[in-house]
């Protein structure tokens, strides 16, 4: 459901309240013609009221049976709070789960060239154990007059990959007029880098009925991050996942300063699963195996790597690919790293 106001106050319900004292604490704030949404917990139900902070301290909402506590949401991003939700949310994509100790191990070519470049690539990390396939249709590229994809061409190709492995199949949209083919083919939308404050393409995702992966723009904050994903929950799409991808610092012996402290930052702040890219972060295949080593070590919720059969004859992104004869090697790695942290590859 899609959110007119800033959710304002948290409602805690207590661990024993019975589901007719929520129902009453609704019907008291919808009198009040306050909106409310609900989130019914394992361990808790929470209620976040939108509306005026000052006309909602009017409401004794303390004394209200089975409420525990009501807590002001002071942060500028409110759903995607990690107060708001008394569960970290999972996303599940036909029975594969990335979240709360479910690793997503997201693999595939950076962009679908052709048929069997794409099809080799989704067999390889298939065969591998990844969770999800990756591959770009529509690519944005800093220069106009490199290889862009192929557009739809390319999303038939992904639809025959998941087809064939199984496999859901993640892929970026760039323009809002592309929604509708998109969503005929993606299983989780991505969101790139640099349209991560594309506000009228975040709205249209919060709309779809998919889960969307939103990365981190090479020049915003983390604050900036949740408040993407803030706009694509208010639209009343809560399936959301977070990408660290890198930023732009100074450094140059990498192609971004892949900023690990961001996703220790993160899960504390949201209920949201944050993954790490260490591909487009480090640039260099040598630095790909260290990185998502310490991305698992840090508590991301998943990877999402490149890798291509040829790296050599790549049309984008070569030197960070994982040649695919060697996937299944670097996803081994990944996983002795996966269980030592307690999780599970979805
Ligand atoms: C990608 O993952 O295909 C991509 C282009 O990455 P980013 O948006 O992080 O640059
Ligand atoms: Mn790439």
């Known amino acids: 459901m899609a959110t007119t106001g800033s959710p304002e106050l948290l409602i805690v319900m207590g661990s024993s309240a019975t589901?007719?004292?929520?129902?009453?604490?609704?019907?008291?704030?919808?009198?009040h013609g306050?909106?409310?949404?609900v989130q019914r917990g394992r361990e808790a139900t929470v209620i976040g009221a939108i509306g005026d902070r000052e006309q909602l301290a009017l409401l004794p909402l303390e004394g209200y049976p089975g409420v525990e506590q009501v807590l002001p949401i002071l942060k500028p991003y409110k759903l995607v709070a990690r107060e708001v939700s008394p569960d970290m949310t999972v996303i599940d994509v036909d029975g594969r789960r990335l979240g709360d100790g479910w690793f997503g191990l997201i693999a595939g070519p950076c962009?679908?060239?052709?048929?069997?470049?794409?099809?080799?690539?989704?067999?390889?990390?298939?065969?591998?154990?990844?969770?999800?396939?990756?591959?770009?249709?529509?690519?944005?590229?800093?220069?106009?007059?490199?290889?862009?994809?192929?557009?739809?061409?390319?999303?038939?190709?992904?639809?025959?990959?998941?087809?064939?492995?199984?496999?859901?199949?993640v892929t970026e949209l760039m323009d809002p007029r592309h929604v509708e083919a998109v969503l005929e083919t993606a299983d989780v939308i991505q969101i790139g880098a640099r349209n991560m404050q594309n506000f009228v393409l975040l709205a249209e995702v919060g709309r779809a009925e998919k889960p969307v992966l939103i990365k981190r723009g090479p020049s915003a904050s983390v604050e900036e991050l949740l408040m993407a994903a803030e706009y694509v929950a208010k639209e009343g799409n809560d399936r959301i996942i977070l990408c660290e991808r890198g930023i732009t610092t100074f450094e140059r012996s990498t192609r971004y300063t892949l900023d690990l402290g961001s996703v220790a930052v993160l899960?504390?702040?949201?209920?949201?699963p944050?993954?790490?890219?260490?591909?487009?972060?480090?640039?260099?295949?040598?630095?790909?195996?260290?990185?998502?080593?310490?991305?698992?070590?840090?508590?991301?919720?998943?990877?999402?790597?490149?890798?291509?059969?040829?790296?050599?004859?790549?049309?984008?992104?070569?030197?960070?690919?994982?040649?695919?004869?060697?996937?299944?090697?670097?996803?081994?790695?990944?996983?002795?790293?996966?269980?030592?942290?307690?999780?599970?590859?979805?």
């Not at 306050?34 to 949404?37: T, V």
């Not at 899960?267 to 949201?272: D, G, M, Q, V, W």
Request: hydrophobic fraction near 40%.
């Open 19 to 31: 589901s007719d004292q929520t129902e009453h604490v609704l019907s008291r704030l919808a009198e």
């Open 111 to 169: 962009t679908v060239e052709y048929r069997e470049q794409t099809l080799a690539t989704a067999r390889a990390v298939a065969a591998a154990g990844a969770t999800w396939l990756r591959g770009g249709a529509f690519k944005p590229r800093t220069s106009p007059y490199t290889f862009q994809g192929i557009g739809l061409d390319a999303l038939e190709i992904l639809r025959e990959a998941k087809a064939e492995t199984g496999l859901p199949i």
């Open 267 to 272: 899960k504390n702040e949201t209920h949201l």
């Open 274 to 346: 944050v993954i790490v890219d260490p591909s487009h972060a480090a640039g260099r295949r040598d630095l790909v195996l260290p990185l998502a080593r310490a991305a698992v070590a840090v508590g991301a919720d998943g990877i999402i790597v490149e890798s291509h059969p040829r790296p050599e004859e790549a049309l984008c992104d070569g030197p960070q690919q994982i040649p695919s004869d060697e996937f299944g090697a670097f996803a081994d790695e990944v996983r002795s790293f996966v269980s030592l942290m307690g999780k599970q590859i979805g």
């Open 34 to 37: 306050i909106e409310a949404r």
